[in-house]
Structure formats: structure tokens, C-alpha cells
């Protein structure tokens, strides 16, 4: 079985803190460290074959703090995308673990329950970010790093999502996400339209399953909702 080698942490301790991904034989992984002493957010390639270090990039440091801290990323072809979640959205070659660019935003603490790691979505040559210390959703250029503006063409006079009721962003299907927490929000980014869902009587929160997109509608246990 392949063996992970530690890139350079030593005896710290640190975590994994999302799901690893694989592409063209290597494995990209967010590492972070103990969020009460150094709190670094770390990038991490891994051979698929040998599981030995390619590259490890520190890609962001945060005040410590006693909140969880869940890094998450996304990657395609042109780039390896870290949501560092304290304060920085970090781009990197997936060759050789360079930044690309980095993009801040403002970050604070949330005065709620922690949210889950949400992989940042890629589409339409924009990365959507859904942080856990910023009350908002973000979007991003995804060949540049410049922040955009997220502009929904719903009617103004209905409602939008209250972002700071959502726990977690979940991209079921090419620019289609679904966002839970008190509400539950379908956004459809090629059109940007925001659709409401209804959480039905059995609706837990977002811990209750990851939602799948089946040839029924939205799967999101208990319920199946037909979309559109």
C-alpha cells in the first residue's frame, strides 16, 4: 500500500480536511494544521502510484483560533483551486504546486454553527466559494483570481437566500448547486437563477445526506424533488 509522507510538518499535528482528488495519475489533497498553534492551510500532490510527495504548497496562514478549520479545493486542467477559509482563495499549477494567483476577501468569525467544507465549484470560466468566514457567496475569475460580483436575474422582488442561514454548497451536477442549512436553495449558474426548495416535514439540516442529482430529480433522502 502506497505510504504518505509527511511534506515538511514534523511532529505537528495536522489533518486532512477534504476529499482527495484524483487526476492524470496524482492526488491533490488540503492539509491544515492545528487551528489553536499555526493554523497554515497546505496544498498537498501526491503520486497516485507511490503515494510519495510530488509538492506541498503553503497556501494561506490564519489567526489561531479554536474553530474547526476545513480547507477544501477543486481542481481542472489549468489549475488546482484551494478555498483556504481564512481569508484567501489560492490558485496553483497542478504540475508543480506554483501559485498561480490569490485572492483575498474579508474574513471574520461567524457567530453560528460551523459550516461543512464546501468544494469550490467551477463553471463557466468562474470559481464559486462558498467560505466559512464570510457571510457570502463569492465568485471568482478562475484565470485571473479577481473577485466578481454574483448578480442574480430573479425578479428583485422575490426572495434570495439568507447566506448566513446556509451551512453547506454542494455542486450536484456542471453548474448546478444546492446550498442547505435553514433554507434550501437550487442556484443555476448558467442562468443564474436562484429556485427555493421545499425541505419537506422530515428535513434534518445538511448533515442528513449529500444531495445527487438522479434521473427522478434532486435526491436528497428522504425526499426526491423533481427539478424544473
Not at 491544515?32 to 496544498?43: I, L
Not at 500532490?45 to 476545513?70: E, S
Not at 433554507?183 to 421545499?198: I, N, Q, S, V, Y
Request: aromatic share 8%.
Amino acid at each position: 500500500m502506497p505510504l504518505f509522507e509527511p511534506c515538511g510538518f514534523g511532529d505537528r499535528e495536522y489533518a486532512f480536511t477534504s476529499v482527495p482528488i484524483l487526476r492524470r495519475g496524482r492526488v491533490y489533497v488540503p492539509v491544515v494544521t492545528h487551528p489553536q498553534t499555526e493554523r497554515e492551510v497546505h496544498a498537498v500532490c501526491l503520486d497516485a502510484a507511490t503515494g510519495r510527495p510530488v509538492w506541498a504548497t503553503l497556501v494561506a496562514i490564519g489567526q489561531p483560533n479554536a474553530t474547526t478549520l476545513f480547507a477544501t479545493m477543486s481542481a481542472d486542467p489549468r489549475g488546482v483551486y484551494v478555498a483556504s477559509n481564512v481569508g484567501a482563495v489560492v490558485a496553483l499549477d497542478p504540475v508543480t504546486g506554483t501559485p498561480r494567483w490569490a485572492s483575498t476577501y474579508p474574513s471574520f468569525a461567524l457567530n453560528q454553527r460551523p459550516r461543512h467544507g464546501s468544494a469550490p465549484a467551477l463553471f463557466g470560466g468562474r470559481l464559486y466559494v462558498f467560505a466559512h468566514d464570510t457571510t457570502d457567496l463569492l465568485a471568482f475569475d478562475a484565470e485571473t483570481g479577481a473577485r466578481l460580483p454574483v448578480v442574480w436575474t430573479n425578479r428583485t422582488d422575490l426572495p434570495k437566500p439568507a447566506w448566513s442561514k446556509m451551512r453547506v454548497m454542494t455542486e450536484v451536477a456542471p453548474g448546478l448547486l444546492v446550498t442547505a442549512g435553514e433554507e434550501l436553495w437550487l442556484l443555476e449558474l448558467a442562468r443564474m437563477k436562484l429556485h427555493t426548495l421545499p425541505k419537506g416535514e422530515k428535513w434534518q439540516g445538511p448533515s442528513l445526506a449529500t444531495p445527487k442529482l438522479t434521473e427522478d430529480g434532486l435526491d436528497l433522502r428522504p425526499s426526491v424533488l423533481e427539478l424544473f
